[in-house]
């Protein structure tokens, strides 16, 4: 008797399985443009011959600022040596506001991370690699605090520097994003000499009228 349930139910299954089965053949016709409908996939590292780069992965437009990140260094790398646009970058002002010390002293790890091994702790160009000349670098780096050729450059050109890379230095763009980089521009302008305030002005002391001088002398 408990069969029967199990039975009946398999017998309407079966029943709804072959009426919404039809002979009835559908024909979609002529399509114009059939890769619409049916897109050729490529894979996303594959090679692609409709690209004249014969990549499917593309760039993002020139410009495009992905959500969160600071506004884009407009200035391109100079094509030869350090020209036009390295000398335009000393227009350019950061774009961050004045650091927090949570800030600062996250741009101080940043800096120790990238750029102690070569600059120094103590940004006196006497990281690791120099060493006090017993190290591997042939030459001194660059004494980023107490020398006036750093001290007095601008951020902009700073930001340049790093971005693009300078002389033996290479480009930190992939090991800090842009923010990062302004960040530890930040840090390095913090511990930097400040140009000495201009003396106040005298005022100077009235000249007296020497015809005056001499009537009182009388």
């Not at 919404?20 to 053949?25: E, G, H, I, R, T």
């Not at 894979?43 to 993002?60: H, V």
């Not at 790093?162 to 530890?184: E, I, P």
Request: aromatic share 8%.
């Amino acid at each position: 008797m408990r069969k029967l349930p199990i039975i009946s139910l398999l017998l309407v299954a079966m029943a709804v399985i072959v009426l919404s089965c039809s002979d009835v053949k559908r024909n979609r016709g002529k399509v114009y443009m059939p890769d619409m409908a049916d897109s050729r996939a490529y894979e996303t590292y594959s090679a692609n011959p409709i690209f004249a780069d014969g990549q499917t992965n593309r760039e993002p437009v020139s410009g495009t600022v992905k959500r969160g990140e600071l506004l884009p260094f407009h200035l391109a790398k100079d094509k030869v040596g350090d020209t036009a646009n390295y000398f335009a970058s000393k227009l350019v002002k950061s774009p961050l506001a004045a650091l927090s010390a949570d800030d600062l002293k996250e741009s101080e790890r940043l800096y120790l991370i990238n750029c102690a091994i070569c600059h120094g702790p103590k940004l006196d160009g006497n990281g690791p690699l120099w060493k006090n000349g017993d190290g591997p670098f042939p030459s001194k780096p660059a004494q980023l605090a107490g020398d006036a050729r750093y001290d007095n450059m601008p951020e902009g050109q700073m930001f340049y520097s790093v971005t693009y890379g300078k002389n033996l230095m290479g480009s930190y763009a992939s090991q800090l994003d842009r923010k990062q980089r302004w960040m530890v521009i930040a840090y390095i302008k913090s511990k930097q000499a400040k140009p000495a305030a201009a003396a106040p002005a005298v005022a100077a002391a009235p000249v007296k009228d020497s015809a005056a001088v001499k009537m009182a002398a009388k």
